[in-house]
């Protein structure tokens, strides 16, 4: 995938600029995203994902103003066949208003169809699409609402298989 981060960054913009609402009503849902925001996802459903035990290796939260994001990242402690480490990233964002988060996801989702084949996920929120090259990741983007999730993971195994990752993204889907 080629920068995909600064194209994503790029995708958000373009989605948030757009929208109507005052800035009071926007800074008044952000303040109540974020005094009852909680992570949805766990160690237990990473090391599902990695087919491995795994550490939690780094966070970060940023609030855009239009938006809230947080993000956890867990990589294993022993490396696979190619000396590489296993891990798996998290990233959770809210939207002050839902019509930004069905641009965002539309937006990304055909970025993500421009770098290989994508698949419709059923039952993990209002929409989802699944992505993998068959060799080094996989990747998920989710929304619910006004919130979306992405989950990537550079394990494919046969301990980490597509259907834990898809279990695992269901039941974070669940959770928010």
């Given at each position: 995938?080629?920068?995909?981060?600064?194209?994503?960054?790029?995708v958000l913009f373009a989605a948030l600029t757009s929208c109507g609402e005052s800035m009071e009503i926007k800074q008044?849902?952000?303040?109540?995203i974020q005094e009852t925001y909680q992570n949805p996802w766990n160690e237990t459903q990473a090391e599902l994902i990695v087919g491995k035990?795994?550490?939690?290796?780094?966070?970060?939260?940023?609030?855009m103003n239009m938006w809230y994001s947080h993000s956890a990242k867990f990589v294993s402690d022993s490396a696979d066949s190619s000396g590489r480490l296993s891990?798996?990233?998290?990233?959770?964002?809210e939207f002050i208003v839902t019509d930004s988060a069905i641009r965002s996801y539309s937006l990304n989702k055909a970025y993500y169809?421009?770098?290989?084949?994508?698949?419709?996920i059923a039952g993990i929120g209002e929409e989802a699409f699944f992505q993998t090259d068959?060799?080094?990741?996989?990747f998920l983007m989710?929304?619910?609402?006004s919130r979306e999730l992405r989950i990537k993971s550079d394990s494919i195994s046969v301990l980490a298989t597509k259907e834990n990752f898809i279990a695992a993204a269901r039941q974070i889907m669940e959770a928010m």
């Open positions: 995938m080629k920068n995909t981060f600064s194209y994503s960054l790029l008044a849902r952000l303040d109540s035990p795994v550490r939690f290796s780094e966070a970060g939260a940023s609030d891990s798996v990233e998290f990233t959770f964002l169809q421009k770098e290989g084949p994508t698949e419709e068959d060799s080094l990741f996989y989710a929304r619910k609402g």
